[in-house]
Antibody, heavy 118, light 109 residues
Framework: QVQLVESGGGVVQPGGSLRLSCAAS????????MHWVRQAPGKGLEWVAF????????YYADSVKGRFTISRDNSKNTLYLQMNSLRAEDTAVYYC???????????WGQGTLVTVSS | EIVMTQSPATLSVSPGERATLSCRASQSVSSNLAWYQQKPGQAPRLLIY???TRATGIPARFSGSGSGTEFTLTISSLQSEDFAVYYC???????????FGGGTKVEIK
């Protein structure tokens, strides 16, 4: 079955950087686009970024454009999110999710918590 | 930017009763709408896509309807495992943008 396991979260100071990883298994990772979606504590869901199966196209939410970079290593079945210039409002659980049909996301990993605080 | 508005924010329902959740888009999204369920401490799960098609393994008590700007998720007879937060999500202007609604919490009455 599909399994997505995020890692790399933690506490970082404002202005700092962090790289998240998402290890995928149970499907042909190199054939699917992948998303990052985040959820601030006690809040709703916010789509963050998407990368096509081959890395040829990447899309970002306006709130992270220019600061975050999505990438993938198909040889390692791993998705990444490089987060720079972090702000307090970036504090959230970050989920990776496999591209479902059209613009849907399914399934999701269990998430990794990023806390931006001094 | 398409804004998705869900109502009510909280819905109190007794087990076995019907729950009706609403989602409104600020402009037409055709039938490019999905519903997700999130239980406490868990990741969201896709329930419905294309406004009315159940995802694999989703029980028939979940149904979606609507098109354009007005959508509804109906849970015909609430089970204990259905108490959760439900989010709608539009993908009409995908790529490059996906937008979620603010969520409706279905709680036990």
């Amino acid at each position: 079955q599909v399994q997505l396991v995020e890692s790399g979260g933690g506490v970082v100071q404002p202005g700092g950087s962090l790289r998240l990883s998402c290890a995928a298994s149970g499907f042909t990772f190199s054939s699917y686009g992948m998303h990052w979606v985040r959820q601030a504590p006690g809040k709703g869901l916010e789509w963050v970024a998407f990368i096509r199966y081959d890395g040829s196209n990447k899309y970002y939410a306006d709130s992270v454009k220019g600061r975050f970079t999505i990438s993938r290593d198909n040889s390692k079945n791993t998705l990444y999110l490089q987060m720079n210039s972090l702000r307090a409002e970036d504090t959230a659980v970050y989920y990776c999710a496999k591209r479902g049909g059209a613009g849907t996301t399914a399934p999701w990993g269990q998430g990794t918590l990023v806390t931006v605080s001094s | 930017e398409i804004v998705m508005t869900q109502s009510p924010a909280t819905l109190s329902v007794s087990p076995g009763e019907r729950a009706t959740l609403s989602c409104r888009a600020s402009q037409s999204v055709s039938s490019n709408l999905a519903w997700y369920q999130q239980k406490p401490g868990q990741a969201p799960r896709l329930l419905i896509y294309g406004a009315s098609t159940r995802a694999t393994g989703i029980p028939a008590r979940f149904s979606g309807s609507g098109s354009g700007t007005e959508f509804t998720l109906t849970i015909s007879s609430l089970q204990s495992e259905d108490f959760a937060v439900y989010y709608c999500q539009q993908y009409n202007n995908w790529p490059p943008k996906l937008t979620f609604g603010g969520g409706t919490k279905v709680e036990i009455k």
